[in-house]
């Protein structure tokens, strides 16, 4: 599959080109942030996430280096955005969802399904998910 194109059949669907590729990437990167939230959820559970400690002789200023702070912060906001695409994606009907996800993920062929649908949800579904993930109002 060359370039992106985006579906212009319904109007109301329409994004910016800018949104549109933003989106595009964002469900590309679906399942590298599901993993970095289940490797953060691993680290919690082991104890692997550590303070920096208090005791030292430099002028360091601590204000600035808080790692569970700095990963509580990463974890919320991986999960706002997996939620954004994972709910976008569920206003998709089932039979097509995972053509869609194949199609934008790993860039399968269109010529794989039987019918032209998927693309009005494929724009749908881009749409939705660049609205919960606030990239358009």
Same mark, same amino acid.
């Given at each position: 599959?060359?370039?992106?194109? &985006?579906?212009?059949?319904?109007?109301?669907? $329409?994004?910016p080109d800018a949104v549109?590729?933003? *989106?595009?990437?964002?469900?590309?990167?679906? &399942?590298?942030?599901?993993?970095?939230?289940?490797? +953060?959820?691993?680290?919690? #559970?082991?104890? !692997? +996430?550590?303070? !920096?400690?208090?005791?030292?002789?430099?002028?360091? @200023?601590?204000? #600035?280096?808080?790692?569970?702070?700095?990963? %509580?912060?990463?974890?919320?906001?991986? #999960?706002?955005? $997996?939620? !954004?695409?994972?709910?976008?994606?569920?206003? $998709?009907?089932?039979?097509?969802?995972?053509? +869609?996800?194949? @199609?934008? *993920?790993?860039?399968?062929? *269109?010529?794989?399904?039987?019918?032209?649908?998927?693309? $009005?949800?494929? &724009?749908?579904?881009?749409? @939705? %998910? %660049? &609205? @919960?993930l606030s990239l358009i109002?």
């Amino acid at each position: 599959m060359g370039r992106e194109w &985006q579906q212009t059949r319904f109007k109301e669907f $329409v994004m910016p080109d800018a949104v549109y590729y933003q *989106v595009i990437w964002a469900v590309r990167d679906l &399942q590298r942030m599901e993993d970095r939230i289940k490797a +953060i959820d691993r680290d919690v #559970e082991t104890g !692997a +996430i550590h303070s !920096a400690s208090l005791v030292s002789d430099g002028n360091n @200023n601590y204000s #600035e280096i808080r790692p569970t702070e700095k990963t %509580a912060l990463e974890k919320a906001m991986l #999960e706002s955005r $997996v939620k !954004a695409i994972r709910s976008a994606l569920d206003l $998709v009907p089932e039979a097509y969802r995972s053509f +869609i996800m194949d @199609n934008i *993920v790993l860039k399968t062929s *269109v010529k794989a399904f039987p019918n032209k649908l998927w693309r $009005v949800w494929k &724009q749908r579904f881009l749409y @939705n %998910a %660049a &609205q @919960n993930l606030s990239l358009i109002c």
